[in-house]
């Protein structure tokens, strides 16, 4: 089993639709959760982190984590074309920050 | 400078060239990471230094040699690279090994 999951995608949606991006991880004492955007041939930016159950919004973006489910989620309002990239999940693990696959995002005009 | 920064932007080197990467970070961070990037696929970890410590070597070929002087600089060296090489090479820092990680621009590097 993969320590952090993702399901590759591509995820389509229209624009102005909600996103929503799965993530499964393996190791139950991870503490701190991450979402990281990154567009094609560029680097990966952190647009979100969470370290509770519940939600945790900015923006069009809200982050949910549920720890006895080991899951964590992205949502996406609002979906807009620019938004289209790789989502990649990232959770701690023993003095590292182990990294998903990352799913394709796809927002159609 | 503020962030990470990486150079070069772009390398083309032959299998038979010496180069080297380099990151610097101007975060104050202690932790500091090589990943590499192959066209459309994950990031692979490749190296982690710790205060200056090397923590993880991910079975890395050792025709990449990394090199930490100090907890700002970060230098991966080159040498006798294949083909196969040819990726996005990122650099990463953190305040500690399991915080969030923020990451240089890369550098594209092609292998002839």
């Known amino acids: 089993q993969k320590e952090v999951e993702q399901n590759s995608g591509p995820l389509s949606v229209p624009e102005g639709a909600i996103a929503s991006l799965n993530c499964t991880y393996s190791d139950r004492v991870s503490q701190s959760f991450f979402w990281y955007r990154q567009y094609s041939g560029k680097s990966p930016e952190l647009i979100m982190s969470?370290?509770?159950?519940g939600d945790k919004e900015d923006g069009r973006f809200t982050a949910q984590l549920n720890k006895a489910s080991q899951y964590v989620s992205l949502l996406i309002r609002d979906s807009q074309p620019s938004d289209s990239a790789t989502y990649l999940c990232?959770?701690?693990?023993?003095?590292?920050?182990?990294f998903g696959t990352g799913t394709r995002l796809l927002v159609s005009p | 400078e503020t962030g990470v920064t990486q150079t070069p932007r772009h390398l083309v080197m032959g299998m038979t060239n010496k180069k080297s990467l380099k990151c610097e970070q101007h975060l104050g961070h202690n932790a500091m990471y090589w990943y590499k990037q192959s066209a459309k696929k994950p990031l692979e970890l490749m190296f982690v230094y710790n205060f200056k410590e090397q923590t993880e070597n991910n079975s890395v070929p050792s025709r990449f040699s990394p090199e930490c002087p100090n907890s700002s600089h970060l230098f991966l060296h080159l040498h006798t690279l294949q083909p196969e090489d040819s990726a996005l090479y990122l650099c990463?820092?953190?305040?500690?090994?399991?915080?969030?990680?923020?990451f240089g621009p890369g550098t594209r590097l092609t292998v002839l």
């Open positions: 990232a959770v701690t693990g023993f003095q590292k920050l182990v």
């Open positions: 990463a820092s953190s305040a500690l090994a399991e915080k969030e990680q923020f």
């Open positions: 969470i370290y509770s159950n």
